[in-house]
């Protein structure tokens, strides 16, 4: 039953930069991922608002058109967990660029640069670069609706056997 996926979406949750204090004086992150509804999340980063979590998730993608979710929330023990923050971010580009042929690209070449605008979350320019053989995308989202904080995530592209993969997309 994989025929209707295009591919796997690997996401790195690298770390959290200048989170908002939502305990006494830190707080105790996670985040957590949606596309659609799928639904994915990493560990809880005890008492640290530069949290490193250098956690790999990974999505089934059907649509590309779909935007990722990144939720930042605190946990606690007697009430529901506060957020520390949201952003969200867009796979076209960088589905456009897994779609190229580079196999003749060297590793380290830059291929394609997002700048940050309105319209994303992106805290600084985001790089979609070949490194080991396969494309990779460093962003660092700007989250919203707090007073501080970034995540830094790594995008890489895996394909599935038997899926119908991008050529047909």
């Known amino acids: 039953m994989v025929e209707h996926l295009l591919g796997l979406l690997k996401v790195k949750v690298i770390k959290g930069v200048?989170?908002?204090?939502?305990?006494?004086?830190?707080?105790?992150?996670?985040?957590?991922?949606?596309?659609g509804n799928k639904k994915l999340k990493t560990k809880v980063i005890k008492k640290n608002t530069n949290p490193v979590w250098n956690e790999e998730l990974t999505l089934s993608i059907e649509d590309p058109n779909i935007p990722i979710s990144?939720?930042?929330y605190?946990?606690?023990?007697?009430?529901?967990?506060?957020?520390?923050?949201?952003?969200?971010?867009?796979?076209r580009t960088f589905i456009e660029v897994v779609k190229r042929d580079?196999?003749?690209v060297p590793n380290g070449t830059?291929?394609?640069?997002?700048?940050?605008?309105?319209?994303?979350?992106?805290?600084e320019e985001s790089t979609i670069y070949k490194a080991e053989g396969t494309?990779?995308?460093?962003?660092?989202?700007?989250?919203?609706?707090?007073?501080?904080?970034?995540?830094?995530?790594?995008?890489?592209?895996?394909?599935?056997?038997?899926?119908?993969?991008?050529?047909?997309?």
């Open 70 to 72: 990144v939720n930042v």
């Open 110 to 123: 830059v291929v394609q640069k997002i700048t940050p605008n309105r319209q994303n979350c992106l805290a």
């Open 135 to 169: 494309i990779m995308q460093d962003m660092a989202l700007r989250l919203r609706d707090v007073e501080c904080g970034e995540v830094e995530l790594r995008l890489t592209w895996g394909t599935i056997p038997g899926a119908r993969g991008l050529e047909r997309f």
């Open 74 to 91: 605190d946990k606690d023990l007697f009430s529901r967990d506060d957020i520390m923050g949201h952003a969200e971010f867009d796979i």
């Open 102 to 104: 580079l196999s003749n």
């Open 18 to 35: 200048n989170l908002a204090v939502r305990d006494v004086s830190s707080s105790d992150p996670y985040v957590i991922l949606r596309m």
